[in-house]
């Protein structure tokens, strides 16, 4: 391995590299990318399994089937972990199209706006959820 003047690896290895906000929300903006391309099959399988529920029983409120409510509790889950992707990936394209203009690219900008990023997908996926429970339960 090739070292610098500094005696420090030239290349960044994983014992080397420090993370930082930055490269977290690069990551992430790829990994929510790819959830949510994938997310397209686990909707469908769901509106699958509702559909055929619907025409089985009577309601599926009433039935007292443990797989149900497993299948229930499983596709909520997921749901929720699609809507944070959705969100996050909207608002890290959001700030993507800003530093496409030029914007945010100091240290500090950068910085502050992926904590931003993150803080508003939360805030949005728990706004999401509020609404549905309230949707559902009042």
């Known amino acids: 391995m090739h070292k610098n003047s500094n005696n420090r690896p030239t290349s960044p290895h994983l014992e080397v590299y420090r993370w930082n906000v930055s490269s977290i929300t690069s990551i992430l903006h790829r990994a929510t ?9 686990v909707l469908a ?8 529920q619907i025409n089985v029983a009577d309601s599926a409120e009433t039935c007292d089937c443990p797989m149900s409510t497993i299948f229930t509790n499983i596709f909520s889950l997921a749901l929720i972990f699609i809507a944070f992707s959705l969100y996050y990936h909207l608002c890290n394209g959001i ?16 910085k502050r706006n992926g904590y931003l990023v993150l803080l508003s997908a939360l805030v949005l996926t728990v706004a999401t959820i509020a609404a549905v429970a309230y949707l559902k339960f009042f």
């Open 95 to 110: 700030r993507h199209l800003f530093w496409d203009i030029g914007k945010g690219f100091e240290l500090k900008d950068a």
């Open 45 to 52: 399988w769901y509106l699958t399994y509702y559909a055929y």
């Open 33 to 41: 990318g790819v959830a949510l391309h994938f997310s397209v099959l």
